[in-house]
T-cell receptor
Framework: RKEVEQDPGPFNVPEGATVAFNCTYSNSASQSFFWYRQDCRKEPKLLMSVYSSGNEDGRFTAQLNRASQYISLLIRDSKLSDSATYLCVVNSPAGGFKTIFGAGTRLFVKA | GAVVSQHPSRVICKSGTSVKIECRSLDFQATTMFWYRQFPKQSLMLMATSNEGSKATYEQGVEKDKFLINHASLTLSTLTVTSAHPEDSSFYIC????????????FGSGTQLSVL
């Protein structure tokens, strides 16, 4: 089993749609969680951190469920510019403080 | 915000040559730097972790003699792909962390390596 698993997609949605991405992690001792966005052949950029209490940044909402070892990202009112790959990232204590990337979920927003 | 500079952005080389990629932290001291490889439509795969002044820790399946990592100072890490072959063609990205427990990663802009 992979340490961080995501639905690879792709998700094809129209502009204005709401889309949700899910991610699960295997190490219950994992300490911190993030969503990154990566455009084609570019470096990943931090989108937001994920907290148990949930956090929202404009059209983006992230949620963490430690009991289920599950992370989610909700994008409301999708824009064309949201088209990218969304990476679930987990900081795990396994083997030293290690950052583990999910395989990413591809999103295509169409007019 | 913190900036990590990675050079070159693109390299095309002949099979058998060695290629060096540099990763510099411009406004902070990077205690730890990471090197990743990404094949098309695949995720970032961690290759190795380098700590300043010590040997790099390589992930399983990554040949340390093939991918030489040097982290001689707190602001510079280099990855050398030795005797590159076409199967080494990939997108290589570095990232840096300021402190041992700092959670934030700052990424370089990546290097697209094409081996002919």
């Amino acid at each position: 089993r992979k340490e961080v698993e995501q639905d690879p997609g792709p998700f094809n949605v129209p502009e204005g749609a709401t889309v949700a991405f899910n991610c699960t992690y295997s190490n219950s001792a994992s300490q911190s969680f993030f969503w990154y966005r990566q455009d084609c052949r570019k470096e990943p950029k931090l989108l937001m951190s994920v907290y148990s209490s949930g956090n929202e940044d404009g059209r983006f909402t992230a949620q963490l469920n430690r009991a289920s070892q599950y992370i989610s990202l909700l994008i409301r009112d999708s824009k064309l510019s949201d088209s990218a790959t969304y990476l679930c990232v987990v900081n795990s204590p396994a083997g030293g403080f290690k950052t583990i990337f999910g395989a990413g979920t591809r999103l295509f927003v169409k007019a | 915000g913190a900036v990590v500079s990675q050079h070159p952005s693109r390299v095309i080389c002949k099979s058998g040559t060695s290629v060096k990629i540099e990763c510099r932290s411009l406004d902070f001291q990077a205690t730890t730097m990471f090197w990743y490889r990404q094949f098309p439509k695949q995720s970032l795969m961690l290759m190795a972790t380098s700590n300043e002044g010590s040997k790099a820790t390589y992930e399983q399946g990554v040949e340390k003699d093939k991918f030489l990592i040097n982290h001689a100072s707190l602001t510079l890490s280099t990855l050398t792909v030795t005797s590159a072959h076409p199967e080494d063609s990939s997108f290589y990205i570095c990232s840096a962390r300021e402190g041992l427990r700092n959670e934030k990663l700052f990424f370089g802009s990546g290097t697209q390596l094409s081996v002919l």
